[in-house]
C-alpha cells in the first residue's frame, strides 16, 4: 500500500517516516515538505542515503504529496492547516495533529486559537485510540500524546472512579513542543528545571473530557529530556477491581502492558519504542486510585499511534510496523 507523508520535516513527521520505511506492507509514495520541497530525502538525515539515493524519494511539497494518490495520506502538521487542507477523495488520511480531533468545532476558538474552517465536516472523522476507541471510517483522528496517555489510564475503568475526583499530574519531555523554536524550549529554559505549562488550559484537556464524558483537572509540565511521557491519574474508586478492568482492556495488546502489583512505569523503558505502560496503586493514607502510564510522545503518543490506527483503517493487523520491544539496559 502507497504512504504519502506531510510535513515530515517535524518531529513527528520523521518518527512517521521511520515508521513507513520499516513497515512490511507500505511503499513509500511521497514525502511531503514545503520547507524541503526539490531537495532529496537526505537533506533531512543523511542516513536515508545509506541504501543509495533513490532508496527513498526526494521532497515535493505537501500540496503534491496529497494529490500523489497514496492509499494512505499522514498529516504531521499544524493544527490550523491540518484542519483547512482539502482532503483526497479516496484513502485512508490519519491526522495527527489536533485539528480533527474535537466534534464541536466551536471548541476550537476557545481551546486552540482558530475558527475550524470545516465544521460540518467534523462528523466525518473518527477519533481513535486503537486498543479502546478503533477508526471506524477512513478519516482518522489520532489522540495528542497527553491524552493517549490518560485514556489509557482511565478510560477502560468507567464507572469504578468518581468524576469529579480526577486529577492529572503529566510530565513530557521537550520533544512534544515541536520542532519549531520556542524560548520555553530552549536549552537554557530546560536543562535542570520542571517546569508547568499551560495550567488549566491545555489544549488535551478538551480531548479527555469529550473521551471520558467529563472533565479532569489537567496539569502538564515539562521535563529536561528529549522524549517521554508520564501521567499519574488521581481518583477516588468506586469499586475495588480497578486492576482487573485495565487487564482485561488490554489482554490481547503487544504495545500496552498493565505491569505486575507493585511494578511502577519508567521512562527509560518506553523511550524510542511505540509501547505504553500502566501501573495501578492504591495510596495507604487516603484510599484513592492512583494509575501512572509511561509512553513516549513521538512514539505511541503520535506516528506509532498514527500506524496502528492506519493498519486498522486499511485491514492490516494492528500492531504491523511498529516499534516495540525496548533495550534493556
Request: with cysteine; net charge negative; aromatic share 6%.
Amino acid at each position: 500500500m502507497r504512504a504519502a507523508i506531510l510535513g515530515t520535516a517535524g518531529y513527528s513527521g520523521q518518527e512517521t517516516l521511520d515508521r513507513v520505511l520499516a513497515h512490511p506492507a507500505f511503499e513509500l509514495a511521497a514525502l511531503g515538505s514545503d520547507s524541503l520541497a526539490g531537495q532529496p530525502a537526505s537533506a533531512l538525515d543523511p542516513r536515508l542515503a545509506r541504501n543509495g539515493a533513490s532508496a527513498t524519494p526526494a521532497f515535493v511539497t505537501n500540496a503534491e504529496a496529497l494529490a500523489s494518490g497514496a492509499d494512505v495520506v499522514f498529516l504531521c502538521l499544524g493544527h490550523e492547516e491540518a484542519a483547512g487542507i482539502e482532503l483526497p477523495s479516496e484513502g485512508v488520511v490519519v491526522d495527527l495533529s489536533g485539528g480533527h480531533r474535537l466534534g464541536d468545532a466551536a471548541a476550537y476558538d476557545d481551546w486552540y486559537g482558530f475558527t475550524h474552517p470545516d465544521p460540518g465536516g467534523l462528523v466525518d472523522w473518527s477519533y481513535a485510540l486503537p486498543e479502546l476507541l478503533p477508526p471506524t471510517g477512513r478519516l482518522v483522528a489520532s489522540p495528542g500524546c497527553y491524552a493517549t496517555a490518560v485514556l489509557l489510564a482511565l478510560l477502560p475503568l468507567g464507572d469504578a472512579i468518581e468524576p469529579d475526583s480526577v486529577v492529572v499530574d503529566a510530565k513530557s519531555g521537550v520533544s512534544g513542543a515541536g520542532r519549531n523554536l520556542k524560548p520555553e524550549s530552549h536549552a537554557g529554559h530546560v536543562l535542570e528545571n520542571l517546569t508547568a505549562y499551560k495550567v488549566g488550559r491545555h489544549q488535551h484537556a478538551a480531548e479527555i473530557e469529550q473521551a471520558l464524558g467529563f472533565p479532569v483537572c489537567f496539569v502538564p509540565h515539562l521535563l529536561p529530556v528529549k522524549r517521554g511521557l508520564v501521567a499519574t491519574c488521581y481518583a477516588r474508586p468506586l469499586a475495588d477491581d480497578l486492576r482487573e478492568r485495565l487487564e482485561a482492556a488490554y489482554a490481547g495488546s503487544h504495545a500496552v502492558v498493565v505491569l505486575p502489583d507493585g511494578v511502577a512505569p519508567q521512562l527509560a523503558r518506553v523511550q524510542g519504542t511505540d509501547a505504553a505502560e500502566i501501573g495501578v496503586f492504591e495510596d495507604r493514607a487516603t484510599g484513592r486510585a492512583i494509575v501512572i502510564c509511561a509512553l513516549d510522545n513521538l512514539g505511541k503518543g503520535a506516528a506509532g499511534q498514527a500506524v496502528q490506527n492506519a493498519n486498522l483503517a486499511l485491514g492490516l493487523p494492528v500492531d504491523q510496523g511498529l516499534r516495540l520491544p525496548g533495550v534493556l539496559v
